[in-house]
C-alpha cells in the first residue's frame, strides 16, 4: 500500500494515521506478482488482503479492500466469493442502498457502481485523482464522497455525474454521513467538523471541543461518524476519542483516555455501527468496543479477536454482524455482538471461487 499511495506519505500527519490504517501487504504482494500474472494474483491473495470496508444488506454482504479486493456472501457469511473488479486500485469504503444497488470508492478518485449485486461493476468518474477515503449514499440518486486534500464530492443522478463542494481550509476528510438528502456531516484532520443542511452544496464548519490548528503539531483527527438521526451522532477518532452530537450542532466529548490510559494502550476508532441499542467501534490492535446507546461507558468485546487493525464493521438483520481488517480478518456474530468468531476464508474451488467457512 506505501507503493500505491507514495504521494500521500509526504502529507501532515493525518495522512500518515491514513496510510497506516489503509497499509497494505506490499511485500507479500510483490513476491506474488513475480510469480504470475496479476489476474492470477488477486484470485489467489483476495482472501488475505487488507479489507477497509464492509456492507449488509438482510443476509447478503460485501467487503472491499487492498489492490481492487471485493467479496460478497449471500448467505450471513457462510460462503464467500470473489467478484470481479475493474480496478487494483485500493477500495475504501463500500455502500448499497438495496440488494442489488451499491457504490464503492477508492483510491485516486476510483469510484464503482454496480447495479446486480456486484455481479457487474463498472467505473464512473469522479472528476478527482484524490483518494477517496469515505463515502456515503442516501438513496438511488443522492450520494457523496470525501477524502484527501480537501475533496468533497456530491451526486444527484445516482453517480452519472460527480460534482466538486469547496469546503474551506484544506483538510483531509476520512468520514461521511448523511440522515437525509439535505442533513450531513464530514469529519476529518486536525479534529474538523463540518455540517450541511443542502444537500452538500455548502458546508459550515461546527465548533469541535478538540480542534486544533496545523501550527500546533498535534494530532486530534476524527476518523468516522455514526449518525441515528438529525439530533442523535457519533464521531471518532485518535486515542479511542468519541464524540456526541447535542441538538444537532453542539458536540461533546463522551469518551476521552486519560494520559495514563493512552500511555498504557488507547486505540484509534476508525470505524462504527449500529446494532439493537447498542454502539459499536473498531480500531487498531484489535480494539472492538461496544456501549449503550448513551455512549458513555464502552467495553472490549470478547472473542477470537486477533490483535491487528480493523477498520470496518457492519450489522444487519437478527443478529448478524462482521468485522473486517487487515491481513484477511473477518470476524463474524450471530447473536448481536454477544460472541464474535473468526472466520477463515479460503479458496476452495479456484474456478468459482469460492470459500466456505466452518
Given at each position: 500500500m506505501r507503493a500505491r499511495l507514495t504521494s500521500v506519505i509526504s502529507e501532515p500527519v493525518f495522512m500518515r494515521a491514513i496510510i497506516a490504517l489503509f497499509a497494505g501487504l506490499v511485500f507479500e504482494l510483490i513476491c506474488l506478482v513475480s510469480q504470475s500474472h496479476a489476474g492470477t494474483v488477486l484470485k489467489e491473495t483476495a482472501f488475505n488482503e487488507n479489507f477497509y470496508?464492509?456492507?449488509?444488506?438482510?443476509?447478503?454482504?460485501?467487503?472491499?479492500?487492498?489492490?481492487?479486493?471485493?467479496?460478497?456472501?449471500?448467505?450471513?457469511?457462510?460462503?464467500?466469493?470473489?467478484?470481479?473488479?475493474?480496478?487494483?486500485?485500493?477500495?475504501?469504503?463500500?455502500?448499497?442502498?438495496?440488494?442489488?444497488?451499491?457504490?464503492?470508492?477508492?483510491?485516486?478518485?476510483?469510484?464503482?457502481?454496480?447495479?446486480?449485486?456486484?455481479?457487474?461493476?463498472?467505473?464512473?468518474?469522479?472528476?478527482?485523482?484524490?483518494?477517496?477515503?469515505?463515502?456515503?449514499?442516501?438513496?438511488?440518486?443522492?450520494?457523496?464522497?470525501?477524502g484527501s486534500r480537501g475533496t468533497t464530492l456530491r451526486t444527484e443522478n445516482g453517480g452519472r455525474s460527480w460534482s466538486s463542494t469547496l469546503v474551506p481550509g484544506d483538510f483531509t476528510f476520512s468520514g461521511v454521513a448523511f440522515t437525509d438528502r439535505s442533513h450531513g456531516w464530514i469529519v476529518g484532520e486536525f479534529g474538523v467538523i463540518f455540517q450541511t443542511i443542502d444537500g452538500g452544496k455548502t458546508w459550515l464548519k461546527q465548533k469541535s471541543p478538540i480542534e486544533v490548528s496545523f501550527a500546533s503539531g498535534e494530532s486530534r483527527n476524527l476518523f468516522a461518524l455514526q449518525l441515528n438521526g438529525v439530533n442523535s451522532g457519533y464521531a471518532f477518532g485518535l486515542d479511542g476519542l468519541v464524540l456526541k452530537i447535542r441538538a444537532g450542532k453542539a458536540w461533546d466529548v463522551v469518551r476521552q483516555p486519560s494520559a495514563m490510559e493512552k500511555l498504557a494502550e488507547a486505540n484509534h476508532l476508525f470505524a462504527a455501527a449500529t446494532s439493537q441499542d447498542q454502539i459499536w467501534a473498531v480500531g487498531e490492535r484489535g480494539t472492538l468496543l461496544r456501549s449503550d446507546s448513551d455512549g458513555k461507558h464502552w467495553q472490549q468485546a470478547q472473542g477470537e479477536i486477533p490483535r491487528t487493525s480493523l477498520n470496518g464493521v457492519a450489522f444487519g438483520k437478527t443478529g448478524f454482524g462482521l468485522v473486517v481488517g487487515n491481513r484477511g480478518v473477518v470476524l463474524r456474530t450471530e447473536d448481536g455482538g454477544a460472541s464474535w468468531q473468526r472466520l477463515k476464508i479460503n479458496s476452495q474451488s479456484p474456478a468459482k471461487d469460492l470459500g466456505r467457512v466452518p
Open positions: 470496508s464492509v456492507h449488509i444488506v438482510d443476509d447478503r454482504a460485501w467487503i472491499v479492500g487492498y489492490y481492487g479486493a471485493i467479496l460478497h456472501s449471500p448467505d450471513r457469511g457462510v460462503t464467500w466469493q470473489i467478484q470481479p473488479s475493474p480496478t487494483r486500485n485500493a477500495l475504501f469504503s463500500v455502500e448499497f442502498i438495496t440488494r442489488d444497488k451499491g457504490w464503492i470508492a477508492g483510491s485516486y478518485g476510483t469510484i464503482l457502481h454496480t447495479l446486480d449485486g456486484g455481479k457487474n461493476w463498472r467505473p464512473q468518474s469522479s472528476g478527482t485523482t484524490e483518494h477517496l477515503f469515505g463515502l456515503a449514499i442516501a438513496d438511488e440518486n443522492y450520494g457523496w464522497a470525501v
